[in-house]
C-alpha cells in the first residue's frame, strides 16, 4: 500500500511508523527524473560551504557560539532557486544543502578541538596542513562510515525517531516548493518564532532562560541545597520538543532531572564537609564555593559523559548485525561478477548509495592518508615513529567507527549530537594509549589532540550527515549523489575552517599574551586542552563519574528505556531538556485534542509540526543575525540595537516564563484549528 503524496506538503505518512505492506513514497519518486546534480546546485552548494564555514568558525572562536547552518542554507537556496530565470528544482535545493551544510558539522568538530594545539603551545608544530588534513579525513571517514548505516536508519526504522531537525529542513523546501497554504503557514511561523527569538536574544526583553534561582522564596533551595531549576524561554528550542515527541523527550527530562535535583545537591552535601579543591574542578575552588552551575559543570556532566559512552558500547551491540551486514556486503561487492554489479542498477533512485565496493576502496585511500599523516607529518621525529603511528590510527578508527553509530542516533532522538562528550573520552583513551606506547610531551600532547580532532569531526559530520539523507529520503533526493555532495562540501569546507583558525591565532591569539592581551575565548578547547595536559601530567581522569554514568546507562537499557537518551539528558544542560519536554507535552495534547479522530488527529499534528519547524528556522536565522550583532558590538565597542536589561532581572525572568506559556498556546490553538483533509 502506498500513500502519495498531498498537495500540503510530505506525505500523511511521513512521520508515522509504516503498517503491514504500506510503503513510503516520497514527493519526487522514484520513478520520476528531476535535475538535482546540475552545475547550480555544486556551485551554490560550495559557495555556502565556504561562506558559512568562515562565518561560523569566525563566530564560534569570537564570541563562543557556533550556529546551525542547514536551515539557513536552505532557506536561502530556496530564495535563490526563486530568483533564476528556471526556477530551481526541489532536489536541486537538497544537494545545495547537503553540500553547504558541511560546513557547520566540520566546524564544530574542528573548533572544538583543534585550536587547544595553540593554547598548549604547540604552534611550532602546527601549520594550514595538519589542521586542514585532521578536518578533512575525519570528515570524510565519517561520512564513508556513516553510508552502511542509512538504510537502517533513515529508511527501515521510518516514524520510529523523530529527526527533529531534518524534519525542519525538509517542511521548508517542501514550502518552497509547495507554496499555497503550506508556505504561508510555515512563513508566518518563522516570523513570529524568529521575532520572539530576536526579541529575546538581540534585545534581551526578558531572560532567555527562566530560573528559580531569582525567585526568592527558593532562596535555600538554591544557596543551601543547589537545586535549581531552568528552562530556556526561546520559540526554537521548544519547536523542536514538539517534533522530539512525549516519549523520548521524558526520558530526557528524566536524565536531566537525575542529574540537577539528585546529582547536584548531592555533591553539594559531601562539598560542605571539604575544604580543598577536587579535581577535575579547576584551581583552588571548593565545591561549597560553588553554584549548582558549576558542580553539573565540573562534576555531575562527567556522570553524563560516561552514560553517553556505555550507552554508546550497548548501541554497538545492539546494532553489530546490522553494521557486520553492511560490510560483508561491501566486501562481497569488491569480488562480485559484473553481473552481480549490474544488479545494484535494479535498486530504486530514492534507494541507491554509493555502492559498497567504492566506499570500501575509498575508505582504505582514507586510512592510508591518515597513515602517512601521522607518520611523515606528525609522529615523525620520535623514536619508534611506525609503531606509534599504527596506535594513533587504530584508535582514530575504531572509535569513529564505532561511535559513528551513537552519534547518528543522538541527533535523530533530539537533534543534539553530543560530540564534545565522545571527544574527550577519545582523548582520555589516547593519551593512557599513547603515555603507554611512551609518546608523551609536546609530541604526545599534539597527536592526542589531533586524533581528537579527527574523531570529534568524524562525528560531528557523520550525524550531521545523517540529518541531510533523513531529509532527503522524505523528499525524493537520490542517496548516492548527497553522499557525494557532502564529501564534496567536506574539503572546502574543512579548507577554509583550517584557513580562518590559523589566521585567528596569529590575529588575535587563544591565550594571553603581550601580543593578544585579549584572547579569543574558545571554551570547548580550552576544556580539551586542561584535559590533555592533566593526563599527561599524570592527574587521571575521573573515573568514579564516568562509572556512574555507566552504571546508570546499563541500568535503563535493563527496564527498557532508551539509555542514550537518559544519558544525553544527564549530559545536556537542564535549561535545553525541559523546553523540549514542554514542546512535547504541547505536540501530545494536540494530538488528544482530536478524540480518538485519527485523521484530524494527524492533521493537526502535521499543522504543528510545520509551525514548529518554522520558529526552529526562524530561531535559527535569528541566531546568525543575532551572533553577527553581538560580533560587531563587542569587536567595535557599540551599541547598534537597544538594550531592553531584562535578560538578568526578576521582571525579565517572570517575563520569560509568561512569553513562552504565550508562545506555547499560540501553537496548540493553531494547530488545532487544522481541519481532517487540510
Not at 100 to 107: L, Y
Not at 166 to 185: I, W
Not at 221 to 240: E, P, R, S
Request: glycine share 10%; charged share 10%; aromatic share 10%.
Amino acid at each position: 500500500m502506498e500513500v502519495a503524496s498531498g498537495k500540503s506538503g510530505l506525505p500523511a505518512n511521513a512521520y508515522t511508523v509504516l503498517k503491514p505492506g504500506e510503503k513510503y513514497v516520497p514527493i519526487i519518486s522514484a520513478g520520476k527524473t528531476v535535475p538535482e546534480v546540475t552545475f547550480r546546485s555544486i556551485f551554490l552548494g560550495i559557495i555556502m560551504a565556504i561562506l558559512f564555514s568562515g562565518a561560523a568558525a569566525y563566530l564560534g572562536l569570537k564570541i563562543a557560539q557556533v550556529f546551525e547552518a542547514a536551515i539557513p542554507i536552505a532557506i536561502l537556496a530556496v530564495g535563490i532557486g526563486s530568483l533564476c530565470k528556471r526556477k530551481s528544482t526541489l532536489l536541486e535545493n537538497v544537494m545545495i544543502e547537503t553540500i553547504g551544510g558541511a560546513s557547520g558539522h566540520i566546524v564544530a568538530g574542528a573548533i572544538f578541538v583543534l585550536p587547544a594545539l595553540f593554547i598548549l603551545g604547540l604552534d611550532k608544530h602546527v601549520d594550514l596542513f595538519k589542521v586542514f588534513m585532521a578536518a578533512v579525513l575525519g570528515g570524510i571517514m565519517g561520512i564513508l562510515f556513516m553510508v552502511p548505516l542509512r538504510r537502517y536508519f533513515v529508511s527501515d526504522m521510518h516514524g520510529q525517531l523523530p529527526f527533529p531537525e531534518a524534519t525542519a529542513v525538509a517542511e521548508v523546501l517542501v514550502a518552497g516548493e509547495k507554496g499555497g497554504n503550506h508556505a504561508k503557514v510555515l512563513a508566518v511561523a518563522m516570523i513570529i518564532g524568529g521575532i520572539y527569538d530576536f526579541l529575546v536574544l538581540a534585545l534581551h526583553s526578558w531572560s532567555e532562560e527562566f530560573t528559580t534561582a531569582m525567585i526568592n522564596v527558593f532562596t535555600p533551595l538554591t544557596q543551601k541545597v543547589k537545586a535549581v531549576f531552568y528552562i530556556n524561554t526561546g520559540a526554537a528550542v521548544m519547536g523542536l520538543g514538539f517534533i522530539v515527541g512525549i516519549r523520548y523527550a521524558v526520558i530526557i527530562a528524566c536524565g536531566s532531572f537525575l542529574s540537577w535535583f539528585v546529582f547536584v545537591p548531592l555533591v553539594n552535601s559531601f562539598g560542605a564537609y571539604i575544604t580543598v579543591a577536587i579535581p577535575p574542578a579547576e584551581g583552588t575552588m571548593t565545591i561549597a564555593s560553588m553554584s549548582a552551575t558549576q558542580i553539573f559543570i565540573y562534576y555531575v556532566r562527567y556522570i553524563g559523559i560516561g552514560g553517553i559512552f556505555a550507552a554508546g558500547l550497548i548501541g554497538i551491540v545492539k546494532t553489530s548485525p546490522i553494521i557486520l551486514q553492511a560490510f560483508t556486503k561491501g566486501f562481497k561487492e569488491i569480488f562480485a561478477s559484473r553481473k552481480q554489479h549490474g544488479g545494484e542498477t535494479k535498486i530504486d533512485r530514492t534507494e541507491r548509495d554509493i555502492p559498497m565496493s567504492i566506499i570500501m576502496v575509498f575508505l582504505v585511500g582514507v586510512l592510508i592518508a591518515t597513515w602517512l599523516f601521522f607518520r611523515f607529518g606528525v609522529l615523525t621525529n620520535e623514536a619508534n615513529p611506525t609503531s606509534l603511528t599504527f596506535i594513533a590510527l587504530a584508535v582514530v578508527v575504531v572509535v569513529s567507527f564505532l561511535f559513528t553509530a551513537v552519534a547518528i542516533r543522538a541527533i535523530a532522538i533530539v537533534g543534539i549530537n553530543p560530540v564534545s562528550g565522545m571527544t574527550i573520552m577519545t582523548l582520555i583513551i589516547s593519551s593512557l594509549i599513547l603515555i603507554a606506547a611512551g609518546l608523551s610531551g609536546e609530541y604526545g600532547m599534539m597527536a592526542a589532540l589531533l586524533i581528537g580532532g579527527m574523531v570529534c569531526t568524524s562525528l560531528a559530520i557523520a550525524g550531521g550527515t545523517i540529518t541531510d539523507m533523513k531529509a532527503g529520503y522524505w523528499l525524493g533526493s537520490t542517496p548516492s549523489r548527497q553522499e557525494w555532495g557532502k564529501i564534496l562540501g567536506t574539503v572546502f569546507a574543512a579548507a577554509t575552517v583550517a584557513a580562518v583558525i590559523i589566521m585567528l591565532n596569529q590575529v588575535d591569539g587563544f591565550v594571553v599574551s603581550a601580543a593578544h592581551p585579549k584572547p579569543l575565548p574558545a571554551p570547548q578547547a580550552n576544556a580539551m586542552a586542561a584535559i590533555i595536559k592533566g593526563l599527561m601530567a599524570a592527574k587521571g581522569a575521573p573515573w568514579l563519574l564516568y562509572g556512574i554514568g555507566a552504571v546508570i546507562a546499563i541500568l535503563m537499557e535493563l527496564l527498557g528505556i532508551s539509555p542514550l537518551a537518559f544519558a544525553l539528558g544527564m549530559y545536556i544542560p537542564q535549561a535545553y531538556n525541559t523546553p523540549i519536554l514542554l514542546g512535547a507535552l504541547v505536540a501530545y495534547l494536540v494530538q488528544k485534542s482530536a478524540k480518538g479522530n485519527e485523521g484530524l488527529a494527524n492533521a493537526r499534528r502535521e499543522k504543528g509540526t510545520l509551525i514548529a519547524s518554522g520558529f526552529i528556522a526562524g530561531g535559527a536565522l535569528m541566531g546568525v543575525l543575532g551572533a553577527l550583532l553581538r560580533f560587531i558590538e563587542t569587536k567595535y565597542d557599540m551599541s547598534i540595537l537597544p538594550n531592553f536589561h531584562n535578560a538578568d532581572t526578576s521582571f525579565g525572568n517572570w517575563l520569560g516564563a509568561v512569553m513562552l506559556a504565550v508562545i506555547c498556546l499560540y501553537v496548540f490553538f493553531s494547530a488545532k484549528r487544522a481541519k481532517e483533509g487540510d
